[in-house]
């Protein structure tokens, strides 16, 4: 959002966009806690992620693991923003194995 992050911009329909989160859960190979992640370490259990209502297809969901060169514990998620999501901020879900990201997640968006 433009307004928290002056050189940010909304997303728009088709981007790539990254996703910074935590608690999802161990990746393969795993990286202890407080080391610094030195190869992408992608994620054991399913990842889903649900964007303006729009289940995303596996194959927009380009990466989901540990946030290369960062401390262990903080992942990235690369996902392709969907054709149909509409202008405004959009609720993003995320779900890995049985449990589900925080309510009231959005991503601006403009078309």
Do not use: H, K, W
Not at 15 to 44: C, H, K, W
Not at 51 to 57: E, R
Not at 80 to 86: D, K, L, V, Y
Request: charged share 15%; proline share 9%.
């Amino acid at each position: 959002d433009p307004a928290v992050v002056s050189t940010g911009r909304p997303a728009r329909p088709g981007d790539i966009i990254e996703l910074y989160l935590t608690g999802l859960g161990p990746t393969e190979p795993v990286f202890q806690a407080g080391e610094i992640v030195s190869q992408a370490a992608r994620l054991r259990e399913a990842t889903t992620v649900t964007v303006g209502g729009t289940t995303l297809a596996a194959a927009d969901v380009l990466y989901a693991g540990s946030a290369p060169n960062a401390i262990s514990g903080l992942y990235q998620l690369n996902i392709r923003m969907p054709q149909t999501a509409p202008d405004g901020d959009v609720p993003v879900t995320v779900r890995v194995g049985g449990f589900e990201s925080q309510a009231n997640a959005t991503i601006p968006v403009r078309r």
